[in-house]
């Protein structure tokens, strides 16, 4: 499937272990939340949508990591993730992941490589 990338956010957006940026994209013709973070350097994005219940991350837009910096938490009971991997590292879903997605940082942008297969 041919495609070109989109644009998620200006890199300077996402700071190591904080604020997320959200956005959306289109599967299987639904309007599906996403979102993209930062971590270690490496600018990473998956499906808004906890492996546990399918409810969004975020407790308020954008706050994606726990306290530590170093996982991703779930808002509702608490699920914590691997920001380089999706995986869940504890909680009820441990041992699923998050849905990953084909980001890419070019020229003081992040993009999203539309046209990658998403799942
Ligand atoms: S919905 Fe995320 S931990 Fe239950």
Same mark, same amino acid.
């Given at each position: 499937?041919? !495609?070109?990338?989109?644009?998620?956010?200006?890199?300077?957006?996402?700071?190591? !272990? $904080?604020? $997320? /940026?959200?956005?959306? +994209? +289109?599967?299987? $013709?639904?309007? +599906?939340? @996403?979102?993209?973070?930062?971590? %270690? #350097?490496?600018? *990473?994005?998956?499906?808004?949508? @906890?492996? =546990?219940?399918?409810? %969004?991350?975020?407790?308020?837009?954008?706050?994606?990591?726990?306290? &530590? #910096?170093? *996982?991703?938490?779930? &808002?509702? =009971? !608490?699920?914590? *993730? %691997?920001? %380089?991997? #999706?995986? @869940?590292?504890? !909680?009820? @879903?441990? $041992?699923? &992941?998050?849905?990953?997605?084909?980001?890419?940082?070019?020229?003081?942008? /992040?993009?999203?490589?539309?046209?990658?297969? =998403?799942?």
């Amino acid at each position: 499937m041919a !495609g070109s990338p989109r644009v998620i956010c200006a890199s300077g957006d996402l700071t190591d !272990g $904080g604020a $997320g /940026v959200r956005f959306e +994209t +289109t599967r299987d $013709g639904e309007r +599906t939340p @996403c979102f993209a973070i930062r971590f %270690e #350097g490496k600018v *990473y994005a998956y499906l808004n949508r @906890c492996a =546990h219940v399918g409810v %969004e991350l975020d407790w308020s837009p954008g706050a994606f990591f726990d306290d &530590s #910096g170093l *996982y991703l938490l779930c &808002s509702t =009971h !608490g699920a914590v *993730y %691997e920001p %380089e991997s #999706g995986r @869940c590292a504890g !909680g009820p @879903c441990r $041992g699923a &992941s998050l849905i990953p997605l084909p980001v890419d940082e070019r020229d003081g942008q /992040v993009l999203l490589m539309e046209g990658v297969q =998403h799942g």
